[in-house]
């Protein structure tokens, strides 16, 4: 991933990506200046989701905000 400087990623309000933003958000552990990501009102979600999001969560050291408001990782 070339995205070495990406700092914010919204996601938020996109019901149609569910399953699919389990890779992405794996893939952004490897981001090192990510300190922002919303996943608000992400439907579709599952506990393979959750489970990238605690990788993520372990290898990052730069997250500073994490929304997942209304999303279905959130039960």
Do not use: W
Request: aromatic residues 6%; positive net charge.
């Amino acid at each position: 991933m070339r995205a070495k400087q990406l700092e914010i990623i919204k996601l938020a309000n996109n019901p149609g990506m569910g399953n699919g933003v389990n890779k992405l958000i794996y893939n952004l552990a490897f981001s090192p200046k990510i300190k922002y990501i919303d996943l608000s009102k992400m439907i579709g979600t599952d506990s393979d989701t959750a489970e990238a999001l605690y990788k993520l969560i372990k290898i990052s050291g730069a997250i500073e905000t994490l929304n997942l408001e209304h999303s279905s990782v959130m039960g």
